[in-house]
C-alpha cells in the first residue's frame, strides 16, 4: 500500500495541466482503521467514505491529520450524521438534497462546503445534474441556500476504452466550472478521476482525485 500511495503522490506533485495543485482523496470504503491510518502517516491527507454507516463506525478512529470528505451516494435521512463532521460532501446530486444540507445546515448553525455532482455522460445508471441544467441550478443553489457553500463540481466518468470521449468530458466539466467561478462561485475542487481514469482527468482539468483501488488495492467486500 505505502509503495502505491508514494507512486500517486510522485504522479500529482506536478500538478494538473493547469498547474493546479492536486487534492488526493483516499476512497476508504471496507478498509480497515489500521489501514487508512498508516496511509494518512505517509503523506494522505484526505480521506473519504462512500457510505454513511461505515463514516458513522469510523467516526473518532480516524487519524485527525487528515481531513475527512463524504464521496458516495447521499440520502436524504441521512444528512444529519455528515453534515459538521465531514470537511466536503462531494456527492449532491439535485437541488432537493441541497435544500435538505441547507435546513440541518441552519439547524446545526454551520455552513456546509459541498459539490455538485454532474452526469457528465448521460448515464442512466448515474444520478447528478444533467450538464444542460447545471448553471441555473448552481445559481439557484449558491443565491437561495445560505448555509450551503458550493466549493466545486464532481463527476465520475463513463467507464470507456474511448480515450477521445473521456477527455472532451474533462474538459467540459473544466469549461462549466471555469464559467461558474467566472460567476463568482468560489469554486476550489474539480472532482473527477478514479482509479480507472485518474491520469486522464488531470491531463485535462481535474485538481481532486478519488482513488481506492490504486492507493489500498482490492477491496475486500467480506461475501456481501
Known sequence: ?????????????????????????????TMPVDLINSAI???LNVVAENKVQEFREKTGLIDKRAKQHFIGH???????????????????????????INRVSI????????LLEVNVGGELSKS???????VDSAMH???????????GLMAMLPHSD????????????????????????????????????YLIAIKNGSNT???????FGQRNYGGN
Open 74 to 100: 447521499l440520502q436524504t435521512n441521512k444528512v444529519k450524521y455528515l453534515v459538521g463532521n465531514v470537511e466536503l460532501i462531494h456527492s449532491v446530486d439535485s437541488v432537493h438534497l441541497a435544500e435538505e
Open 1 to 29: 500500500m505505502l509503495e502505491n500511495l508514494k507512486t500517486v503522490l510522485e504522479q500529482i506533485q506536478n500538478g494538473n495541466n493547469l498547474g493546479e495543485k492536486i487534492t488526493l482523496v483516499g476512497a476508504t470504503k
Open 209 to 215: 482525485i478519488r482513488l481506492g483501488r490504486t492507493i
Open 128 to 134: 447528478g445534474f444533467n450538464p444542460n441544467n447545471l
Open 141 to 151: 443553489i449558491f443565491n437561495e441556500l445560505k448555509n450551503v457553500e458550493i466549493k
Open 41 to 43: 502517516q505517509n503523506g
Open 162 to 197: 474511448d480515450e477521445n470521449l473521456l477527455v472532451q468530458l474533462c474538459k467540459k466539466m473544466r469549461n462549466d466550472y471555469d464559467f461558474l467561478i467566472s460567476k463568482g462561485l468560489p469554486f476550489e475542487y474539480l472532482s473527477i478521476g478514479m482509479s480507472n481514469d
Open 107 to 114: 439547524k446545526k448553525n454551520t455552513v456546509q462546503k459541498i
